[in-house]
C-alpha cells in the first residue's frame, strides 16, 4: 500500500458527501428555504417563531462545512493530523449514535483512515 494512499480520497469523499447532504437538504426543506428567502434572508431565522427555519439553515451550513473539510485535506499524500480523524471520528460518532437512521454513517470509514494515517 502506498504511504497514505486512502487520505487520497478523504478529501474528495468527504466533498462528495457534503455536495450529497446539501442535494438532500435543499429536497427536504426547499419550502423552508422559499419561506426565508421571501421573508427578506437578512435576520429571518432569529426572527422567526418557525423551528424548521433554523434546523433548514444549519442543514445546509453542515453540508458546506463538509465540503469545505474536504478542501482542506491534502491529496498529495502529505500527513493529516490525528486530531481531524479525532474530531471527524467524534462527530461521526455521536451523530450515528444520536440518529442511526442518518447519513452519519458516510462519514465513518473516512474518520477511520484519517485517524489511522494521520
Not at 437538504?25 to 421571501?38: A, D, N, P, Q, R
Not at 458546506?64 to 482542506?72: A, E, K, W
Request: aromatic content about 12%; proline content about 6%; hydrophobic content about 60%.
Amino acid at each position: 500500500m502506498v504511504e497514505n494512499g486512502p487520505v487520497r480520497w478523504a478529501g474528495p469523499a468527504l466533498i462528495g458527501i457534503g455536495l450529497l447532504h446539501t442535494v438532500v437538504m435543499v429536497v427536504m426543506f426547499h419550502g423552508s428555504y422559499w419561506e426565508i428567502v421571501s421573508a427578506g434572508l437578512i435576520n429571518t431565522v432569529v426572527e422567526t417563531a418557525d423551528p424548521m427555519w433554523g434546523a433548514a439553515f444549519w442543514a445546509l451550513q453542515f453540508g458546506f462545512m463538509l465540503m469545505l473539510l474536504g478542501l482542506l485535506l491534502p491529496a498529495d499524500r502529505q500527513p493529516v493530523s490525528r486530531w481531524m480523524g479525532l474530531g471527524l471520528l467524534l462527530v461521526v460518532g455521536l451523530g450515528i449514535a444520536i440518529m442511526p437512521a442518518g447519513g452519519f454513517w458516510f462519514g465513518l470509514p473516512v474518520a477511520i483512515v484519517l485517524l489511522m494515517r494521520g
